[in-house]
């Protein structure tokens, strides 16, 4: 049979719409790609990429807490500014952007977040700030993070053989994707508390020293499943009262909510050696009903976190504990969970590890069942 225009025009409509229908299908998924969406809202529930790094301020301050003359100390004070500039926290924190980046989570706890300053006292003439640092990387990558909570942690100054104090400023911050805010993602409900008790630092030089702790959190919603996402960093100095102390304080507060729990952060505790003295750490948040979201998935990996050289430059990864953590608790599942942060490509141009600390990333399923 002959065929006519009108018959090729008739079979040709279908098969346009058909192409014009793959082809919206192809660019829709390649914007999702492209902007990170994660999240889709099933009858099983929702996913969410969460991440948590302590971004290391530079310095491990040994000879401080080994001082024990006037002159010691302001010696270990004088080095202790100099390793902090040597590890270059903006080019460190701009590595951990990269990650983050590459991975696009959600919603980040950023620990150990410091701000250095120099200047007579109070100082304040900032000579870096790796939250500003980490944020102002991401933009320039094209993502818009914003602080959700921010809690602020020990603020110590103290004066150096160079004719000017030194001021460094802890902080521990949960930042949220900005260009997802809407149905997608909200956050609400924002807390941040410090610890009630903390270590009393003593050194050859001023009054007695606070170490100041606690934890922040937020409510975050996806597609109308909230859960809390909080996060701590806990007490590394011994003995371990004091981190004990502040788990039990976190795990009575942080819980108080109806709404599943997201617990991160680096949490100063060996969980592979029940005879550690920070394990009960560990425990108490087992004990809890927290579940251990990497042994959960990989109960036969390490899942070693920390910790490279003090100086960032050792040439292989020296990650030998598992002390960052991912805890979860109620309707939360584990889809997936790595560490990022850990491997030689990863390694600043000047040969630098992003933090002495890796990080971890996971997504999280939200209500329904793996």
């Keep these: ?54 971004m290391y301020q530079g ?13 010691e100390f302001v010696t270990a004070v004088t080095e202790s500014y100099q390793q902090v500039l040597t590890s270059k926290p903006a080019e460190r924190a701009a590595a951990v952007a990269r990650t983050i980046a590459m991975e696009r989570p959600d919603v980040v706890a950023v620990l150990e977040a410091s701000i250095l300053r120099t ?19 991401l933009r320039r990558l094209g993502l818009h993070y914003e602080t959700v909570a921010m809690l602020p942690g020990t603020d110590s100054e103290a004066p150096t053989l160079l004719g000017f104090d030194v001021r460094l400023t802890d902080r521990t911050h949960i930042i949220a994707r900005a260009d997802l805010a809407g149905p997608r993602l909200q956050t609400s409900n924002m807390q941040v508390q410090d610890y009630l008790v903390n270590s009393v630092l003593h050194f050859p030089v001023g009054p007695p020293a606070i170490s100041k702790a606690g934890w922040a959190s937020v409510d975050v919603t996806v597609f109308g499943h909230a859960f809390r996402f909080a996060d701590t960093h806990l007490e ?3 003995p371990f009262t004091v981190q004990w ?5 976190a795990i009575a507060s942080v819980t108080n909510t ?48 920390c910790c490279q050289a003090s ?15 991912i805890l979860t608790r109620g309707a939360v599942s584990v889809e997936d969970i790595k560490i990022v942060g850990d491997r030689a490509s990863d390694r600043t141009a000047s040969g630098l590890w992003p933090s002495d600390h890796a990080g971890l990333v996971a997504t999280l399923r939200l209500g329904g069942t793996n």
């Design 59 to 71: 310095t491990n301050f040994d000879k401080l807490f080994a001082s024990t003359t006037p002159l």
């Design 258 to 305: 109806t709404l599943p729990i997201v617990f991160v952060g680096d949490f100063n505790t060996v969980t592979g050696d029940p005879t550690h003295p920070t394990f009960p750490t560990y425990q108490l948040f087992l004990d809890a009903g927290f579940v251990d979201a990497w042994k959960q998935k990989y109960p036969a990996l390490p899942g070693f976190t």
């Design 119 to 137: 200047g007579q006292a109070p100082a304040t003439g900032v000579v870096s700030d790796q939250l500003q640092a980490l944020l102002t990387e």
């Design 245 to 249: 102390a502040h788990a039990a304080e």
């Design 311 to 325: 100086n960032l430059l050792n040439a292989v990864s020296a990650l030998s504990v598992r002390i960052d953590l």
């Design 1 to 54: 049979m002959k065929r006519t225009f009108g018959d090729c025009r008739d079979n040709a409509v279908p098969r346009i719409r058909l192409l014009v229908m793959t082809l919206a299908a192809a660019i829709l998924s390649f914007v999702a790609a492209a902007i990170g969406v994660t999240g889709s809202a099933t009858a099983h529930g929702v996913t969410v990429r969460i991440m948590t790094q302590n």
């Design 236 to 238: 590394v100095i011994p």
